[in-house]
């Protein structure tokens, strides 16, 4: 591959990555990447990440309505469309160095992103072995410890509107605090003929501070960010079913055999709610000791869901559900790196990320009962847990051993810990706040663990100033 650096820039208008875990720039970066900042995203008038697919090669972001902030990441078509927490997204999303475990909250808001890099291909090395499609980089503004308002609103069809308002304020050299808030909602473009009203309606706050600290005179520095994200919203669904179908038997014949390419927006579906409730917490610290920078990450993610939803999408009630599930997740990452002498440089570190997680789910399937709930129909709901612990050890090393040329090696060892119980009420009514295991029987238990080692090789050679050649 080869990557063009823009004739004649200058170091004001070279663009800064952390690809790699570590500052360089973009023109001198082997790795297959785009990088959007805040000033290409405003051009866009983005809203959410998934805006950016069209400046990433290979890159396509659409919305899982089967969840809250969910998003449907795909990298050279490798994508992960799905909300189970007992799987790992192919594509992982970083958010200023924290890893999103789940499809859940990937879809952020691009209000208050300092930048976005794409990579595209496997970033095992530096980023775990779930990331086997690429990685979105997301890194978010940095408090400027001066005093200062950003804000913004817009107003669009289907009574969709946002207002979006960041505040900074510090001493100008020690410390900065940031304060956010951004709330989007809209009546939604789906129109539902049984209803006779718009579905597809949502509503999301987000909100949340940080915290910058540079003690005068040292070379450390912490910034600790707190966020809250509330968001309801209609997850609404188009029939897609043809007469060759068994859904189709049951259901009216002006549902079935939709055209899917011109009248997508025609619904039919019973009413349904979901509620999103998510903070998170990450502390990031610096301290540069000259011939070596230390860098700590730690991140905590916690979300609260619960939705109903229609997923044969027509008026007849065939399978209709009511799902909650909570998670958490716990990571920590230390990083050294620094040049070891003249044209050798490196990364190097360990990583620590546990999560947990449980859903129970109450299903009407083939219940033609639609006044009843889920959670009052099915004597028989179903419970899932799950948890994961993974630690690793990485090195990533950059050797500029020729005038022009350059080697790039290194290697990540994992370890993963993944165990998972499923179960189900057998003939009780479980009320929806009683949902630990004591309420269910077994089905079936798992409990194993998984090593691997993923090294890495690159070449790249830079015959001018403007063209860098290499292969990986």
């Not at 659409?62 to 594509?91: C, F, H, M, W």
């Not at 038997?249 to 999103?276: G, H, I, M, W």
């Not at 299903?363 to 889920?374: A, E, K, L, Y």
Request: aromatic share 12%; charged share 20%.
């Amino acid at each position: 591959m080869a990557q063009d650096a823009e004739e004649g820039a200058s170091d004001s208008s070279e663009i800064i990555v952390s690809a790699r875990r570590r500052d360089e720039t973009l023109q001198s970066t082997p790795v297959a990447i785009t990088a959007v900042n805040a000033a290409m995203l405003e051009n866009k008038a983005a809203v959410n990440i998934g805006d950016l697919q069209g400046a990433a090669p290979g890159l396509l972001i659409t919305q899982q309505n089967s969840g809250a902030q969910a998003a449907n990441v795909s990298i050279r078509g490798l994508t992960y469309a799905d909300i189970e927490k007992s799987q790992t997204p192919t594509v992982g999303v970083v958010v200023d160095g924290v890893t999103i475990g789940t499809n859940t909250g990937q879809l952020q808001d691009a209000f208050d992103i300092a930048q976005i890099e794409g990579l595209r291909g496997p970033q095992g090395t530096l980023f775990g072995a779930n990331t086997i499609g690429g990685v979105v980089s997301i890194t978010r503004t940095k408090p400027t410890m001066q005093p200062g308002l950003k804000a913004e609103f817009s107003y669009g069809r289907w009574n969709t509107w946002s207002a979006k308002a960041i505040a900074n304020y510090g001493d100008g050299d020690t410390w900065g605090v940031k304060l956010f808030y951004f709330h989007n909602e809209t009546d939604g473009f789906y129109n539902n003929v049984i209803t006779n009203k718009d579905s597809g309606w949502s509503k999301g706050d987000t909100y949340g501070g940080s915290l910058l600290f540079k003690p005068a005179g040292s070379a450390f520095d912490a910034q600790l960010s707190i966020e809250n994200v509330v968001q309801s919203f209609d997850p609404v669904v188009a029939n897609l079913a043809n007469s060759t179908e068994l859904f189709c038997l049951f259901e009216p014949a002006a549902q079935c055999n939709r055209n899917s390419r011109k009248d997508v927006y025609t619904t039919f579906n019973a009413p349904a709610r979901s509620k999103y409730h998510a903070p998170d917490a990450t502390l990031e610290m610096n301290l540069d000791a000259g011939a070596v920078k230390l860098t700590s990450i730690t991140g905590w993610r916690h979300s609260r869901e619960a939705q109903t939803q229609d997923f044969d999408g027509s008026s007849v009630d065939l399978y209709y559900v009511d799902r909650r599930q909570h998670y958490t997740q716990w990571s920590q990452e230390l990083r050294a790196s620094g040049n070891m002498f003249e044209g050798f440089d490196y990364v190097v570190g360990g990583y620590f990320f546990t999560s947990k997680y449980d859903l129970t789910q109450w299903s009407r399937v083939f219940g033609f009962s639609p006044n009843v709930t889920p959670t009052l129909f099915d004597k028989n709901a179903q419970h899932v847990e799950g948890k994961t612990k993974s630690y690793a050890f990485f090195g990533d090393f950059n050797w500029a051993f020729a005038d022009g040329w350059r080697l790039s090696f290194g290697g990540r060892w994992s370890h993963d810990n993944k165990k998972l119980w499923n179960g189900f009420a057998p003939n009780v009514l479980v009320p929806p706040a009683d949902v630990s295991r004591s309420r269910f029987v077994a089905v079936g238990s798992g409990d194993a663990s998984f090593s691997k080692f993923t090294p890495k090789v690159g070449i790249d050679y830079r015959p001018n100033d403007d063209t860098m050649i290499y292969a990986s």
